[in-house]
Protein backbone atom coordinates (compact mmCIF):
# COMPACT_ATOMS: atom_id res chain seq x y z
CA UNK A 1 0.00 0.00 0.00
CA UNK A 2 0.63 3.47 -0.84
CA UNK A 3 -0.68 6.87 0.11
CA UNK A 4 -3.72 7.54 -1.88
CA UNK A 5 -4.50 10.98 -3.16
CA UNK A 6 -8.30 12.15 -2.97
CA UNK A 7 -10.15 11.15 -5.50
CA UNK A 8 -10.14 12.68 -8.80
CA UNK A 9 -6.72 14.24 -8.25
CA UNK A 10 -5.32 11.71 -10.58
CA UNK A 11 -7.08 12.59 -12.80
CA UNK A 12 -6.26 16.00 -13.26
CA UNK A 13 -4.50 16.86 -16.80
CA UNK A 14 -1.53 19.65 -15.47
CA UNK A 15 -1.49 22.99 -16.65
CA UNK A 16 1.33 23.26 -18.98
CA UNK A 17 2.55 26.90 -19.54
CA UNK A 18 4.02 28.17 -22.58
CA UNK A 19 7.29 27.11 -24.10
CA UNK A 20 10.31 28.95 -23.05
CA UNK A 21 12.91 26.83 -24.77
CA UNK A 22 13.77 26.26 -28.13
CA UNK A 23 16.76 23.60 -28.27
CA UNK A 24 18.82 24.34 -31.30
CA UNK A 25 17.46 27.44 -32.29
CA UNK A 26 20.14 30.79 -31.68
CA UNK A 27 17.38 32.88 -31.08
CA UNK A 28 14.21 32.55 -28.74
CA UNK A 29 11.52 34.56 -29.58
CA UNK A 30 8.88 34.03 -26.28
CA UNK A 31 5.06 35.06 -27.36
CA UNK A 32 3.88 31.90 -25.72
CA UNK A 33 2.73 33.29 -22.52
CA UNK A 34 1.11 37.01 -23.16
CA UNK A 35 3.81 38.75 -21.23
CA UNK A 36 4.94 42.22 -21.46
CA UNK A 37 7.37 42.41 -24.08
CA UNK A 38 8.57 45.82 -22.29
CA UNK A 39 8.72 43.88 -19.36
CA UNK A 40 8.35 45.96 -15.87
CA UNK A 41 8.41 49.41 -15.01
CA UNK A 42 11.85 50.37 -13.93
CA UNK A 43 10.42 51.13 -10.45
CA UNK A 44 9.37 48.31 -10.19
CA UNK A 45 12.61 46.50 -10.81
CA UNK A 46 14.11 49.21 -8.22
CA UNK A 47 12.00 48.76 -5.90
CA UNK A 48 12.60 44.74 -6.13
CA UNK A 49 16.35 44.92 -5.93
CA UNK A 50 16.31 47.12 -2.84
CA UNK A 51 14.71 44.10 -1.11
CA UNK A 52 17.99 42.20 -1.26
CA UNK A 53 19.43 42.64 2.36
CA UNK A 54 16.15 41.63 3.89
CA UNK A 55 14.96 38.10 1.81
CA UNK A 56 15.30 37.02 5.99
CA UNK A 57 12.24 38.62 6.75
CA UNK A 58 8.85 37.60 6.63
CA UNK A 59 6.40 39.40 4.12
CA UNK A 60 3.97 41.54 5.54
CA UNK A 61 0.93 38.88 5.65
CA UNK A 62 -1.81 41.79 4.95
CA UNK A 63 -0.08 43.09 2.15
CA UNK A 64 -0.83 46.90 3.68
CA UNK A 65 1.07 48.88 0.88
CA UNK A 66 0.48 47.12 -2.17
CA UNK A 67 -3.55 47.13 -1.27
CA UNK A 68 -3.50 50.90 -0.69
CA UNK A 69 -1.25 51.55 -3.89
CA UNK A 70 -3.84 48.97 -5.64
CA UNK A 71 -7.09 51.01 -3.94
CA UNK A 72 -5.53 54.39 -4.81
CA UNK A 73 -4.92 53.54 -8.63
CA UNK A 74 -8.14 51.67 -9.07
CA UNK A 75 -10.61 53.71 -6.93
CA UNK A 76 -11.49 50.71 -5.04
CA UNK A 77 -12.18 49.82 -1.58
CA UNK A 78 -9.41 48.57 0.85
CA UNK A 79 -10.94 46.32 2.86
CA UNK A 80 -12.63 44.52 -0.26
CA UNK A 81 -8.49 43.29 -2.00
CA UNK A 82 -7.01 40.23 -1.10
CA UNK A 83 -3.84 39.84 -2.79
CA UNK A 84 -2.50 36.14 -4.21
CA UNK A 85 0.42 34.12 -5.75
CA UNK A 86 -1.06 34.96 -9.01
CA UNK A 87 -4.54 35.27 -10.08
CA UNK A 88 -4.02 31.53 -10.27
CA UNK A 89 -3.84 30.83 -6.72
CA UNK A 90 -7.26 32.77 -6.04
CA UNK A 91 -8.85 30.75 -8.76
CA UNK A 92 -7.87 27.75 -6.97
CA UNK A 93 -8.69 29.54 -3.40
CA UNK A 94 -12.05 30.35 -4.60
CA UNK A 95 -13.27 27.08 -6.21
CA UNK A 96 -11.84 25.20 -2.59
CA UNK A 97 -14.21 27.47 -0.60
CA UNK A 98 -17.13 27.43 -2.12
CA UNK A 99 -17.19 24.11 -4.19
CA UNK A 100 -16.42 20.57 -3.71
CA UNK A 101 -17.45 17.06 -4.59
CA UNK A 102 -20.85 17.09 -5.91
CA UNK A 103 -20.87 20.99 -7.33
CA UNK A 104 -20.27 22.04 -10.60
CA UNK A 105 -18.49 24.97 -11.99
CA UNK A 106 -19.54 26.29 -14.84
CA UNK A 107 -17.22 28.19 -17.85
CA UNK A 108 -17.31 28.74 -21.37
CA UNK A 109 -16.14 26.47 -23.80
CA UNK A 110 -13.21 27.96 -24.98
CA UNK A 111 -12.53 30.01 -21.05
CA UNK A 112 -8.88 30.17 -19.24
CA UNK A 113 -7.97 26.40 -18.24
CA UNK A 114 -7.17 26.75 -14.55
CA UNK A 115 -10.78 27.45 -14.02
CA UNK A 116 -11.58 23.16 -14.90
CA UNK A 117 -8.60 22.40 -13.40
CA UNK A 118 -9.33 23.96 -10.14
CA UNK A 119 -12.67 22.24 -10.27
CA UNK A 120 -11.08 19.11 -10.59
CA UNK A 121 -8.69 19.15 -8.13
CA UNK A 122 -11.29 20.70 -5.26
CA UNK A 123 -13.28 17.43 -6.18
CA UNK A 124 -15.97 19.76 -8.15
CA UNK A 125 -17.09 18.73 -11.57
CA UNK A 126 -16.25 21.46 -14.84
CA UNK A 127 -19.14 22.10 -16.77
CA UNK A 128 -18.48 24.10 -20.35
CA UNK A 129 -21.32 26.01 -22.15
CA UNK A 130 -20.83 26.64 -25.79
CA UNK A 131 -19.58 29.89 -27.35
CA UNK A 132 -21.28 31.80 -29.98
CA UNK A 133 -18.47 33.50 -32.99
CA UNK A 134 -15.99 32.22 -29.83
CA UNK A 135 -17.65 34.50 -27.53
CA UNK A 136 -18.93 33.86 -24.60
CA UNK A 137 -22.59 33.16 -24.85
CA UNK A 138 -24.47 34.38 -21.79
CA UNK A 139 -28.15 32.45 -22.50
CA UNK A 140 -25.66 28.89 -22.86
CA UNK A 141 -24.10 29.88 -19.71
CA UNK A 142 -27.33 30.38 -17.91
CA UNK A 143 -29.41 27.42 -19.58
CA UNK A 144 -26.35 25.06 -17.47
CA UNK A 145 -27.00 26.74 -14.32
CA UNK A 146 -28.52 23.66 -12.14
CA UNK A 147 -29.23 23.42 -8.53
CA UNK A 148 -25.91 22.08 -8.00
CA UNK A 149 -23.73 25.14 -9.89
CA UNK A 150 -21.78 27.02 -7.30
CA UNK A 151 -19.15 29.35 -9.08
CA UNK A 152 -19.27 30.70 -13.10
CA UNK A 153 -16.01 31.86 -14.64
CA UNK A 154 -16.26 34.52 -16.84
CA UNK A 155 -12.80 35.53 -18.26
CA UNK A 156 -13.59 39.35 -19.69
CA UNK A 157 -11.83 39.62 -22.51
CA UNK A 158 -10.69 35.95 -22.33
CA UNK A 159 -7.93 34.53 -23.05
CA UNK A 160 -7.22 32.51 -25.78
CA UNK A 161 -10.27 33.78 -27.58
CA UNK A 162 -9.93 37.32 -27.65
CA UNK A 163 -12.89 38.36 -27.03
CA UNK A 164 -15.21 40.40 -24.49
CA UNK A 165 -18.46 40.52 -23.35
CA UNK A 166 -20.09 43.99 -22.86
CA UNK A 167 -20.79 45.28 -19.55
CA UNK A 168 -24.53 45.11 -20.14
CA UNK A 169 -24.10 41.31 -21.24
CA UNK A 170 -22.24 40.45 -18.18
CA UNK A 171 -24.91 42.46 -15.94
CA UNK A 172 -27.23 39.94 -17.96
CA UNK A 173 -25.48 37.04 -16.77
CA UNK A 174 -25.59 38.44 -12.80
CA UNK A 175 -29.13 39.35 -13.15
CA UNK A 176 -30.21 35.45 -14.53
CA UNK A 177 -27.89 33.78 -11.82
CA UNK A 178 -29.56 32.59 -8.52
CA UNK A 179 -27.88 34.46 -5.43
CA UNK A 180 -25.78 32.14 -4.34
CA UNK A 181 -23.51 31.34 -7.19
CA UNK A 182 -20.59 33.45 -7.23
CA UNK A 183 -19.37 34.83 -10.63
CA UNK A 184 -16.26 35.26 -10.69
CA UNK A 185 -14.91 37.87 -13.32
CA UNK A 186 -11.51 37.42 -14.35
CA UNK A 187 -10.29 40.38 -16.24
CA UNK A 188 -6.63 40.05 -16.34
CA UNK A 189 -6.32 41.81 -19.60
CA UNK A 190 -8.92 44.56 -18.88
CA UNK A 191 -6.53 47.38 -18.59
CA UNK A 192 -5.83 46.60 -22.58
CA UNK A 193 -9.40 47.39 -23.55
CA UNK A 194 -10.34 50.62 -24.87
CA UNK A 195 -13.68 49.57 -25.63
CA UNK A 196 -16.70 52.51 -24.20
CA UNK A 197 -19.16 49.62 -23.47
CA UNK A 198 -16.60 47.40 -21.41
CA UNK A 199 -16.51 47.11 -17.59
CA UNK A 200 -13.95 45.68 -15.69
CA UNK A 201 -16.30 44.25 -12.76
CA UNK A 202 -15.72 46.36 -10.08
CA UNK A 203 -18.98 48.50 -10.04
CA UNK A 204 -20.38 44.92 -9.84
CA UNK A 205 -18.28 43.95 -6.84
CA UNK A 206 -19.48 46.95 -5.15
CA UNK A 207 -23.29 46.35 -6.02
CA UNK A 208 -23.66 42.46 -5.04
CA UNK A 209 -22.79 40.29 -2.48
CA UNK A 210 -22.23 37.27 -5.57
CA UNK A 211 -19.38 38.83 -7.60
CA UNK A 212 -15.85 38.89 -7.75
CA UNK A 213 -13.23 40.17 -10.08
CA UNK A 214 -9.72 38.70 -10.43
CA UNK A 215 -7.12 40.54 -12.03
CA UNK A 216 -3.27 40.14 -12.10
CA UNK A 217 0.35 42.21 -12.41
CA UNK A 218 1.28 39.01 -14.97
CA UNK A 219 0.14 41.03 -17.84
CA UNK A 220 -0.01 44.53 -18.64
CA UNK A 221 2.59 45.23 -15.42
CA UNK A 222 5.05 42.67 -16.63
CA UNK A 223 5.76 41.10 -13.46
CA UNK A 224 4.30 37.13 -14.26
CA UNK A 225 7.81 35.78 -12.22
CA UNK A 226 6.43 37.50 -8.97
CA UNK A 227 3.60 35.69 -8.96
CA UNK A 228 0.98 38.39 -7.68
CA UNK A 229 -2.35 39.09 -8.15
CA UNK A 230 -5.46 40.07 -6.42
CA UNK A 231 -9.07 39.92 -6.01
CA UNK A 232 -11.98 42.33 -5.36
CA UNK A 233 -14.50 40.84 -3.54
CA UNK A 234 -17.74 41.28 -1.40
CA UNK A 235 -16.93 41.29 2.41
CA UNK A 236 -18.10 37.73 3.20
CA UNK A 237 -15.98 36.31 -0.13
CA UNK A 238 -13.22 38.59 1.00
CA UNK A 239 -13.29 36.89 4.46
CA UNK A 240 -13.04 33.13 2.84
CA UNK A 241 -10.23 34.23 1.44
CA UNK A 242 -8.05 35.66 3.80
CA UNK A 243 -9.38 32.65 6.11
CA UNK A 244 -7.84 30.29 3.47
CA UNK A 245 -5.08 31.78 1.93
CA UNK A 246 -1.45 30.75 3.59
CA UNK A 247 -0.43 33.47 5.85
CA UNK A 248 2.13 34.98 3.91
CA UNK A 249 0.91 34.28 0.56
CA UNK A 250 2.60 37.03 -1.28
CA UNK A 251 5.98 37.27 -1.40
CA UNK A 252 7.40 40.89 -0.23
CA UNK A 253 9.43 41.51 -2.88
CA UNK A 254 6.42 41.09 -5.74
CA UNK A 255 4.32 43.06 -3.28
CA UNK A 256 7.46 46.08 -3.38
CA UNK A 257 7.43 45.19 -7.26
CA UNK A 258 3.73 45.68 -7.58
CA UNK A 259 3.40 48.48 -5.63
CA UNK A 260 5.77 50.65 -7.74
CA UNK A 261 4.16 49.13 -10.68
CA UNK A 262 0.61 49.69 -10.07
CA UNK A 263 1.37 53.62 -9.44
CA UNK A 264 3.41 54.06 -12.78
CA UNK A 265 0.73 54.90 -15.12
CA UNK A 266 3.48 55.96 -17.94
CA UNK A 267 4.98 52.83 -18.17
CA UNK A 268 1.47 51.24 -18.43
CA UNK A 269 -0.10 54.14 -21.21
CA UNK A 270 3.34 53.13 -23.36
CA UNK A 271 2.93 48.93 -22.66
CA UNK A 272 -0.79 50.22 -24.00
CA UNK A 273 0.31 51.94 -26.79
CA UNK A 274 2.73 49.74 -28.16
CA UNK A 275 0.06 46.88 -27.47
CA UNK A 276 -2.45 48.71 -30.20
CA UNK A 277 0.29 49.54 -32.53
CA UNK A 278 1.21 46.41 -32.81
CA UNK A 279 -1.34 44.22 -32.20
CA UNK A 280 -3.08 45.92 -35.41
CA UNK A 281 0.13 45.50 -37.65
CA UNK A 282 0.59 41.53 -36.21
CA UNK A 283 -2.89 40.83 -37.27
CA UNK A 284 -2.79 42.80 -40.77
CA UNK A 285 -0.06 40.52 -41.68
CA UNK A 286 -1.21 37.57 -40.66
CA UNK A 287 -4.08 38.42 -42.82
CA UNK A 288 -2.18 39.38 -45.97
CA UNK A 289 -0.56 35.43 -45.58
CA UNK A 290 -3.69 33.91 -45.52
CA UNK A 291 -4.20 33.49 -42.33
CA UNK A 292 -7.10 34.59 -39.92
CA UNK A 293 -6.46 36.30 -37.11
CA UNK A 294 -9.60 36.46 -35.08
CA UNK A 295 -10.67 39.83 -32.97
CA UNK A 296 -8.34 40.42 -29.94
CA UNK A 297 -8.50 42.98 -27.56
CA UNK A 298 -5.90 41.92 -25.34
CA UNK A 299 -1.82 41.37 -25.75
CA UNK A 300 -2.17 38.36 -28.04
CA UNK A 301 -3.77 37.19 -31.70
CA UNK A 302 -5.67 33.87 -31.78
CA UNK A 303 -5.09 32.88 -35.00
CA UNK A 304 -6.50 30.24 -37.43
CA UNK A 305 -5.04 28.20 -39.98
CA UNK A 306 -5.78 26.57 -42.98
CA UNK A 307 -7.56 23.15 -43.17
CA UNK A 308 -4.75 22.07 -45.74
CA UNK A 309 -3.13 19.20 -43.58
CA UNK A 310 0.50 20.73 -45.12
CA UNK A 311 -0.26 24.28 -43.78
CA UNK A 312 -2.17 23.45 -40.23
CA UNK A 313 -1.42 24.47 -36.99
CA UNK A 314 0.62 22.05 -35.49
CA UNK A 315 3.29 22.07 -38.75
CA UNK A 316 3.09 25.71 -37.80
CA UNK A 317 4.00 25.42 -34.60
CA UNK A 318 6.66 23.02 -34.86
CA UNK A 319 7.88 25.14 -37.98
CA UNK A 320 8.01 28.20 -35.83
CA UNK A 321 10.32 25.96 -33.34
CA UNK A 322 13.09 25.57 -35.27
CA UNK A 323 12.88 29.30 -35.76
CA UNK A 324 13.14 29.93 -32.13
CA UNK A 325 9.91 31.25 -32.15
CA UNK A 326 7.77 30.09 -29.15
CA UNK A 327 4.35 30.88 -29.50
CA UNK A 328 1.10 28.80 -28.26
CA UNK A 329 -0.55 25.34 -29.63
CA UNK A 330 -4.06 25.47 -28.95
CA UNK A 331 -5.20 22.18 -28.77
CA UNK A 332 -5.44 21.86 -24.58
CA UNK A 333 -8.12 24.78 -25.21
CA UNK A 334 -10.05 22.74 -28.36
CA UNK A 335 -9.16 25.12 -30.96
CA UNK A 336 -6.38 22.56 -32.57
CA UNK A 337 -6.74 24.77 -35.83
CA UNK A 338 -5.55 27.65 -34.03
CA UNK A 339 -2.07 28.98 -32.42
CA UNK A 340 -2.40 31.58 -30.29
CA UNK A 341 0.56 35.07 -30.18
CA UNK A 342 1.01 36.95 -27.84
CA UNK A 343 2.45 40.70 -29.43
CA UNK A 344 6.22 41.02 -28.87
CA UNK A 345 8.47 44.03 -29.20
CA UNK A 346 8.93 45.23 -32.32
CA UNK A 347 11.55 43.23 -33.81
CA UNK A 348 9.84 39.84 -32.26
CA UNK A 349 6.55 40.91 -33.78
CA UNK A 350 8.11 40.95 -37.05
CA UNK A 351 9.97 37.61 -36.71
CA UNK A 352 6.84 35.60 -36.06
CA UNK A 353 4.94 37.66 -39.24
CA UNK A 354 8.02 36.85 -40.84
CA UNK A 355 7.88 33.07 -40.19
CA UNK A 356 4.29 32.44 -40.74
CA UNK A 357 4.47 34.27 -43.81
CA UNK A 358 7.20 32.21 -45.13
CA UNK A 359 5.26 29.04 -43.37
CA UNK A 360 2.24 29.89 -45.47
CA UNK A 361 4.08 30.73 -48.88
CA UNK A 362 6.06 27.51 -48.52
CA UNK A 363 5.62 24.10 -48.91
CA UNK A 364 4.53 23.85 -45.43
CA UNK A 365 5.48 20.25 -43.12
CA UNK A 366 5.30 17.15 -44.86
CA UNK A 367 1.55 15.90 -44.80
C1 LIG B 1 -2.64 35.23 -17.62
C2 LIG B 1 -3.99 35.03 -17.05
C3 LIG B 1 -4.21 35.07 -15.69
C4 LIG B 1 -3.10 35.48 -14.78
O1 LIG B 1 -2.57 34.48 -14.06
P1 LIG B 1 -1.49 34.81 -12.95
O2 LIG B 1 -1.60 33.61 -12.09
O3 LIG B 1 -1.90 36.06 -12.24
O4 LIG B 1 -0.18 34.94 -13.64
C5 LIG B 1 -5.49 34.88 -15.20
N1 LIG B 1 -6.52 34.68 -16.02
C6 LIG B 1 -6.36 34.67 -17.35
C7 LIG B 1 -7.54 34.53 -18.22
C8 LIG B 1 -5.09 34.82 -17.90
O5 LIG B 1 -4.92 34.78 -19.22
Not at 44 to 67: F, I, N
Not at 89 to 94: G, R, S
Not at 145 to 160: M, S
Not at 289 to 313: C, D, I, R, W
Amino acid sequence: MTPIPRPGILEVAPYVGGESAAPGANRIVRLASNENPLGPSPRAVAAYEALKDELHRYPDGAATALRAAIAEAEGLAVERIVCGAGSDELIALLVRGYAGPGDEVLHSAHGFLMYSISAKTAGATPVTAPERDLTADVDALLARVTARTRLVFLANPNNPTGSYLPDSEVRRLRGGLPDHVLLVIDAAYAEYLEAADYANGAALVEAFDNVVMLRTFSKVHGLASLRLGWAYCPPDVADVLNRLRGPFNVAQAAQAAGTAAIADRDHVARALRHNTRWRAWLSEQLQASGLHPYPSVGNFVLVGFPETPSHHAEGALAWLKTQGILVRGMAGYGLPHCLRVTVGTEEETRAVAEGLAEFMAGPGSAA
